[in-house]
């Protein structure tokens, strides 16, 4: 046991998250320090949202000895069916090659803020009757903001599609080709001994560049993760 309030295994913590009756999906993001500064979970309305972060208190300090502070635990509460959890079967709907019949991925909406030298990208994905909020911060560079944006699409990418945690950033850009804008992302997509290279394009709409970063992780990855 490390120091008080340090996860020492925060993939086993969440692990035991997701066994929490209606849980479907969490992420714990940590500090240097390896405590939880941030619990991020996906939940279906069968309790009401205090019942289900006092289940994350729970759990958290029984099995952990990590006290988790409420105000950090965000709960996304989904009507209808949500992806399985480790508590669940799988839906039908998936077939024997693991490959989801589920609608494609696509864009809810995608923002960023600047305050000062900082910036954040926020970008919501949906599927079916699911969403799912992914967050990143970093420079408020021009240059570095595609970036920025694309890994906060793989954030949220990661709450529907669980594969989606092999996935690692390369690069991310905007640039032009002939008369039109285009977003790039390149992505690797990491096995237990290879890397597989992922590259997605999107051209740049009316709605800006940000959303063409976002459309291109999802070309990169929506014909890809069902097989992974």
């Known amino acids: 046991m490390g120091e008080y309030g340090q996860v020492q295994d925060v993939v086993a913590l969440e692990e035991e998250l997701r066994r929490i009756p209606g849980v479907a999906a969490a992420r714990i993001v940590l500090d240097p320090d ?15 949202p205090k019942q289900v972060v006092r289940d994350i208190q729970s759990v958290a300090k029984a099995g952990f000895d990590v006290d988790v502070d409420r105000r950090i ?8 069916p949500i992806l ?43 599927r079916g009757g699911a969403q799912a909020l992914g967050k990143a911060e970093g420079a408020a560079s021009t240059y570095l903001l595609p970036a920025l944006v694309a890994r906060a699409t793989l954030d949220a990418l990661s ?14 850009s905007v640039h032009q080709l002939a008369e039109r804008s285009m977003a790039t992302v390149s992505l690797v997509l990491l ?3 290879n ?25 990169a990855t929506n014909r890809r993760l069902g097989f992974a």
């Open 195 to 219: 890397e597989e290279p992922l590259v997605g394009t999107a051209a740049v709409r009316g709605v800006g560049r940000e959303d063409a970063i976002v459309r291109a992780v999802l070309d």
């Open 34 to 48: 390896s405590r939880p500064i941030e619990v991020h979970v996906l939940a279906s309305t069968a309790k009401h």
């Open 84 to 126: 399985a959890g480790a508590d669940q079967p799988a839906d039908d709907s998936t077939s024997d090659r693991g490959q989801s019949t589920d609608p494609r991925i696509a864009v809810d909406g995608v923002a960023v803020t600047r305050s000062g030298p900082r910036a954040t990208a926020e970008v919501r994905l949906g």
């Open 159 to 172: 709450y529907l599609e669980p594969n989606a945690a092999r996935l690692e950033l390369e690069a991310a």
């Open 191 to 193: 096995g237990s001994t």
């Open 73 to 80: 635990i965000s709960v996304v509460q989904l009507d209808g």
